[in-house]
């Protein structure tokens, strides 16, 4: 069973940044892919970006490509969401999953709370 704390979001600007942060426990981190996911009031949950257990492969939504950069620390049980050049439309609740599967895109195995961005125009 793994457990996962988001961190970090909050309000910013358009055109601000925002560094979103992931804890996980109990279970070998180094082992699943990770995800970050949003949803936004009224529309479904989105896959935002992901990346392999070794860091080797990564994949953006369009919207985001260029802006945000997901990365991880294995030793520290860490995954990371680095949110440059936010817009109105990055609003949402961020969410931080784990599975073992890299190739899937919805029905993570494991969530956390998730952590609220706003991003004010």
């Known amino acids: 069973q793994v457990q996962l704390v988001e961190s970090g979001g909050g309000l910013a600007q358009a055109g601000g940044s925002l560094r979103l942060s992931c804890a996980a426990s109990?279970?070998?981190?180094?082992?699943?892919?990770m995800g970050w996911f949003r949803q936004a009031p009224g529309k479904e949950r989105e896959l935002v970006a992901k990346?392999?257990?070794?860091?080797?492969?990564?994949n953006y939504r369009d919207s985001v490509k260029g802006r945000f950069t997901i990365s991880r620390d294995n030793a520290k049980n860490t995954v990371n969401l680095q949110m440059n050049n936010l817009k109105p439309e990055d609003t949402a609740v961020y969410y931080c999953?784990?599975?073992?599967?890299?190739?899937?895109?919805?029905?993570?195995?494991?969530w956390g709370q998730g952590t609220q961005v706003t991003v004010s125009s």
């Open positions: 990346i392999s257990t070794s860091s080797s492969y990564t």
């Open positions: 109990g279970g070998t981190f180094s082992s699943y892919a």
């Open positions: 999953a784990a599975d073992p599967n890299y190739y899937k895109w919805s029905s993570y195995n494991y």
